[in-house]
């Protein structure tokens, strides 16, 4: 893994290695409740009062169907050979859901800010190479992050409502043009950068067809503003470059943006678009230049007044029709 000099410039000066903020935003992939390895989920005799409620069973009853216990402690059980939790369970569309989710336990829902995954740069990546919903979403800021660490979910509870403020801010701000033109400048110091590698992209779209190639696209606040200003034909002679391009619906797990004859939404598309090459970059590269261009977008969030929302383009588009 490569760290940024910002990185060891916080080391040096003793500061947090996340005082940045930390994103998350629930995938519903089950990855953090499943095996193959083995694992403890500590559940609290208050915590079992309260799950064997929703069951609708004596607390004696969860006690002996669904714990065992580990010296003083009660772990949930898992099943056998799959490791996985006892109560998750396979979901639409290849996800997997909790049945006790309304009840889980503490421990559940403090994920990811756990002291472990919390205790360095290392550690934070190493948990987010196994959850999807690490590193997406919203951003927590430090003390927001230690409050969840520590088991104070009030922070996790305000954060339900960053989707609404997002598409908010967004109707508010969609056409400002000082943030427009920060925006143009960080994309053309983006391509200036990726035009030094002498990297080419053929445009074909293969990397568009987000379901086949295997993976998503992930879009900021600012990154949607600007998407979203560039469809507008009426600000065809403002400051970023337009297309005519209306919203289109997310339908499927193709970019609706993408046709055989190329991107019609190239001039203001976001940056995992900008860096993300198939051929003749160095993935590793690719990665180190991803990070470094979303600390700049978060700063610029916070000294914006944006509300950083951090998700998967189709659910933006899905989104969007609510302040069109």
């Not at 396979?90 to 503490?106: A, E, H, M, Q, W």
Request: charged share 20%; net charge positive; aromatic share 10%.
């Amino acid at each position: 893994m490569l760290y940024s000099a910002e990185y060891f410039v916080k080391i040096i000066r003793k500061e947090k290695w996340y005082s940045d903020g930390l994103a998350f935003a629930c995938q519903g992939c089950g990855n953090c409740c499943g095996g193959p390895d083995e694992g403890y989920v500590w559940i609290t005799p208050t915590e079992i009062a309260a799950a064997a409620k929703f069951m609708k069973i004596t607390a004696d009853d969860f006690k002996k169907r669904y714990t065992h216990r580990v010296g003083l402690k009660y772990s949930l059980i898992e099943k056998q050979p799959s490791k996985d939790c006892i109560f998750l369970e396979p979901g639409p569309n290849g996800s997997k859901g909790c049945t006790i989710y309304p009840v889980r336990p503490l421990q559940c829902r403090t994920w990811p800010f756990w002291k472990e995954n919390l205790y360095s740069a290392r550690s934070w990546a190493a948990a987010a190479d196994g959850c999807p919903g690490m590193n997406r979403g919203n951003c927590y800021a430090p003390d927001d992050i230690e409050k969840v660490r520590d088991g104070n979910l009030t922070p996790l509870k305000s954060s339900l409502s960053v989707e609404k403020a997002a598409l908010d801010w967004l109707a508010a701000n969609r056409n400002d043009p000082q943030i427009l033109a920060q925006m143009l400048e960080l994309y053309l110091d983006l391509d200036n950068t990726i035009a030094a590698t002498a990297a080419q992209c053929r445009n074909c779209g293969k990397c568009c067809d987000f379901g086949q190639f295997g993976h998503r696209l992930y879009v900021t606040t600012l990154e949607m503003l600007y998407f979203l200003n560039g469809l507008n034909p009426a600000n065809s002679n403002n400051v970023n470059h337009r297309n005519p391009n209306k919203l289109q619906s997310a339908t499927g797990d193709r970019c609706p943006y993408q046709s055989s004859s190329g991107c019609s939404t190239r001039n203001n598309r976001p940056t995992g678009c900008r860096i993300f090459y198939c051929e003749n970059l160095d993935p590793d590269y690719q990665n180190e230049l991803t990070e470094q261009v979303l600390t700049r977008l978060r700063q610029m969030h916070q000294s914006l007044g944006a509300v950083y929302y951090y998700a998967d383009l189709m659910q933006w588009l899905k989104l969007i029709g609510k302040i069109s």
